[in-house]
């Protein structure tokens, strides 16, 4: 029997085309859902079954293009889904409300990233800038910003980040507030590096950077702050920081004097509240405090046994503490975790940042994984990081040519 062998040049087509269908239909299928969610509807996750089609095909295809680098991340997945299956095992033993049917598709959720990294791949593998990836990743954040825009201007409830009135914040067709996050997180983070470290200069720079203080999440905003940190220490000479820096900001306060109030009152606002309830850190971490003294002490104490320490297991609707790491560690245990955060560690390496910057990104994003939830199980923030590594690329003048 002869072994099926596909020109990488072929492969790199076919992965182009199949990311960029996936990531304008993701967008515009959770945008569908967001609407319909606000409007009322009893059903309003079509785009979970689209995201599962995804991942099936795209486990098919990678066992058809097998190599090394793809093996090693197919068989991390089994390892954890088998650890998995055993984790849920004995957490039913002691906790009689589990909901297997949400565990496991918050499996597949965990493996997403893992599954487009598979088809990042054959991307990887041929030296040759992804221009059709950038294009359609720029037309999709265009489109979002715009309506990110309208809804504020306009009060649109169904652009807002947040479903109540109490809370300000606009993130267009975005689903959920913390994939909102994660997407300006990483839009923010390729804009900056093509401006100011392949100096590019392109207006889609501020059309990212702006509506993103619209998003009013504080992930964003912790982000921002960070990046304006590392900005200055890097670049800027304190004498320009106290000549034009302070000017601009009066300047830029001076014309948005009304939006910035609103933005940022509202923000302080809701901080304050929960400082007044859950204390300092309650309010740094969203009155999560709770969640670790009504779900995780029960989890540990009372439900888990000595696997479910080495295989995790966790029921996502009674145990869900939305702290990135600390939900992993439930979710696959101490084996399962050290296997997920290497494989995923592999796969951030691949990320052709200069070294300074790179761990100033890796930094960053593990401090807001480590305190907000839905990064590792969040289709769409594992989509958009994977886009962050191919669209970020660096082959020299190869992508100013595009």
């Known amino acids: 029997m002869k072994h099926l062998v596909i020109k ?3 492969l790199y087509s076919f992965s182009i085309a199949l990311l960029t269908i996936a990531f304008v239909t993701f967008y515009f299928t959770d945008g569908l859902g967001k609407i319909l969610r606000r409007g009322g509807s009893e059903f309003y996750r079509y785009s979970v079954f689209l995201k599962g089609f995804f991942e099936i095909f795209a486990l098919g295809f990678s066992l058809i293009a097998l190599n090394k680098s793809k093996f090693n991340i197919l068989l991390g997945i089994t390892i954890l889904f088998f650890g998995f299956l055993i984790g849920q095992f004995f957490l039913s033993l002691n906790f009689e409300n589990l909901l297997f049917y949400e565990n496991f598709n918050t499996l597949f959720k965990y493996f997403f990233p893992l599954i487009v990294a598979l088809v990042a791949l054959d991307i990887l593998n041929l030296d040759q800038y992804p221009h059709k990836l950038f294009k359609y990743y720029k037309w999709v954040l265009i489109t979002n910003s ?3 825009v309208i809804g504020f201007l306009f009060d649109i409830d169904v652009l807002s980040t947040y479903s109540g009135p109490w809370r300000f914040g606009f993130d267009g067709l975005i689903f959920a507030q913390n994939e909102a996050s994660y997407t300006f997180i990483f839009a923010i983070t390729t804009v900056y590096y093509r401006r100011f470290y392949l100096n590019i200069n392109e207006f889609f720079f501020w059309i990212v950077v702006i509506p993103s203080i619209i998003v009013a ?8 702050i960070l990046l ?3 900005h200055v220490f890097k670049r800027v000479s304190i004498r320009n920081i106290l000549t034009f820096g302070i000017a601009f900001l009066f300047f830029v306060y001076f014309l948005f004097s009304s939006a910035i109030n609103k933005i940022f009152i509202n923000s302080y606002n809701i901080f304050m509240y929960m400082y007044e309830r859950e204390g300092l850190w309650g309010a740094l971490l969203s009155g999560r405090g709770a969640y670790i003294r009504e779900k995780l002490k029960p989890l540990i104490f009372e439900q888990w046994t000595l696997p479910n320490f080495i295989f995790g297991g966790q029921d996502v609707v009674s145990h869900y503490i939305e702290m990135g790491f600390l939900d992993l560690f439930l979710f696959f245990g101490i084996f399962g975790s050290i296997l997920y955060l290497y ?3 592999s796969i951030f390496k691949l990320i052709s940042f200069p070294k300074d910057f790179k761990l ?3 930094i960053s994003l593990t401090i807001i994984v480590a305190t907000a939830g839905h990064f590792f199980e969040s289709g769409i923030a ?3 990081f994977i886009f962050l590594l191919l669209v970020n690329r660096n082959l020299s003048k190869k992508i100013h040519n595009g």
């Open 8 to 10: 990488k040049s072929t």
């Open 146 to 148: 715009c309506l990110l």
């Open 217 to 224: 999440t504080k992930a964003v905003y912790l982000y921002l």
């Open 228 to 230: 304006l940190l590392f």
């Open 343 to 345: 494989i995923f560690y």
């Open 360 to 362: 100033f990104f890796g």
């Open 382 to 384: 594992g989509l958009h």
